[in-house]
């Protein structure tokens, strides 16, 4: 099976448009105001309206006020909702979209607990933990802590680039890969040579 690729952290038109020439399965737009790759609403809509067809538009969002929530899926065109925070599985299901969500993994972390409380999420996302960062970090963590199979899709992400696709799609077997930082220039302004190299490298692995 072809492991899926999500690039998240867009701020730029052009670098959104840039990865779909690539290949990209999936954008990322960060709406957390605490994260250097926020992006407004009006932003969000010019980024969502540079891409082609069959480009997913994922909305990633941490502890947000659901009248928050309500706001941008009334303005932007989002395909799924990414959640980073602590909401609860009846959160999640608010909004009558399909979601993902984030689970910053530690050596505790009890991967099927998780899974069986959100067992309608189109996927679990697994990353980095920080104590006081929501993903984002560039940090990455054991793949051994992966135990277990899981029924959802499973989506790694956390200090992902192109030196590391290659290995992680071979012991993980993820569903979709989703990097940020690891194919950036700087936060939130993404490299597209870097881009190249991250797709090129999952294409040739599976």
């Known amino acids: 099976m072809r492991t899926r690729v999500k ?3 867009f701020t730029r038109m052009e670098d959104a448009r840039a990865a779909a020439r690539l290949g ?7 709406f957390y105001s605490q994260s250097p790759r ?17 480009v997913s538009v994922v909305g990633l969002f941490v502890d947000a006020e659901p009248d928050w929530v309500r706001d941008v899926l009334a303005e ?13 599985p009846e959160e999640c299901r608010l909004y009558g979209k399909p979601y993902i969500k984030a689970v910053r993994m530690r050596p505790d972390t009890d991967l099927e607990g998780i899974e069986a409380q959100y067992a309608d999420a189109a996927g679990l996302l697994l990353d980095a933990y920080h104590p006081d960062l929501q993903g984002g970090t560039g940090g990455g963590f054991d793949w051994d802590l992966i135990t277990g199979k899981l029924a959802l899709p499973l989506i790694l992400a956390g ?3 192109a030196g590391n ?24 302004i993404k490299d597209a040579e870097k881009m190249a190299a ?9």
């Open 165 to 188: 696709a290659a290995e992680a799609v071979r012991r993980v077997r993820p569903y979709a890969l989703d990097v940020s930082s690891g194919v950036e220039a700087g936060k939130g």
């Open 38 to 54: 926020n992006v407004s609403i009006a932003k969000a809509i010019e980024i969502t309206r540079a891409l082609p067809a069959f």
């Open 159 to 161: 200090g992902l680039s």
């Open 76 to 88: 932007v065109n989002v395909d799924c909702l990414q959640f980073h925070g602590d909401e609860s």
């Open 24 to 30: 990209v399965d999936a954008i990322g737009l960060v």
């Open 198 to 206: 991250f797709i090129k490298k999952i294409n040739q692995t599976t």
């Open 7 to 9: 690039i998240c952290g």
